[in-house]
């Protein structure tokens, strides 16, 4: 199985700055025949389903506001919100879906500083 | 709008079954990958199963193989988990989830339910 491992667990951040949030995959995403990282991001505020933010490891989904970006390659993964504010308070997760069984970090909890 | 709607969890006891469907609106459901996602109170996310848009590629999460059966009816949009055996360990809140591509059934997901809250406990 692809083991995703994030950091931190939890994150505060002063409203207006920049969060940074790491992903770490024990086996590259990087399917080289699709140049493509298959890597997606996902947002969890308390009480409600997740929602994906990023895929393909960079792609913003429609609707996703641009102070979130995602980047990184191979094993090593980052998702930036540029611009802190109160309602990007939640729980975010990286996944792979390079390969079965799908797999998840394990969550970084974003707070207001 | 894309609809994703869970229904069938509860309290039950283990060694018990339990019937979970997601009843689908808005896109074509006959198209898509489907998934059913769990996540235990107070914790991350666990894939459980996919199902190929015509239900002949299924994958489960070794945490559940021999236990739940996946299904889906196109003819109803409605996609299902049967869950039998069930442990204390499969306590938690469950999932519907559309995969992203119409083409490829491993995918990430672009659409998910309220999810149903599953109870197992003596």
């Known amino acids: 199985d692809i083991v995703m491992n994030q950091s931190p667990d939890s994150l505060a951040v002063s409203l207006g700055e920049r969060a940074t949030i790491n992903c770490k995959s024990s086996q590259s995403l990087l399917y080289t025949s699709r140049n493509k990282d298959f890597l997606a991001w996902y947002q969890q505020k308390p009480g409600q389903p997740p929602k994906v933010l990023i895929y393909?490891?960079?792609t913003r989904e429609s609707g996703v506001p641009d102070r979130f970006s995602g980047s990184g390659s191979g094993t090593d993964f980052t998702l930036t919100i540029s611009r802190l504010q109160a309602e990007d308070v939640a729980v975010y997760y990286c996944?792979?879906?390079?390969?079965?069984?799908?797999?998840f970090g394990q969550g970084t909890r974003l707070e207001i500083k | 709008q894309v609809q994703l709607v869970e229904s069938g969890g509860g309290v039950v006891q283990p060694r018990m079954s339990l019937r979970l469907s997601c009843a689908a609106s808005?896109?074509?459901?006959?198209?898509?990958?489907m998934h059913w996602v769990r996540q235990a109170p107070g914790k991350g996310l666990e894939w459980v199963a996919v199902?190929?848009?015509?239900?002949?590629?299924?994958h489960y999460a070794e945490s559940v193989k021999g236990r739940f059966t996946i299904s889906r009816d196109n003819s109803k949009n409605t996609l299902s988990l049967q869950m039998n055996n069930l442990r204390n360990e499969d306590t938690g809140v469950y999932y519907c989830a559309k995969g992203w591509d119409n083409i490829v059934t491993i995918n990430f997901f672009d659409a998910w339910g309220q999810g149903t809250r599953v109870t197992v406990s003596s």
């Open positions: 393909w490891a960079s």
């Open positions: 199902i190929s848009y015509d239900g002949s590629e299924i």
């Open positions: 808005g896109f074509a459901f006959s198209s898509f990958g």
């Open positions: 996944q792979q879906y390079l390969t079965t069984p799908l797999t």
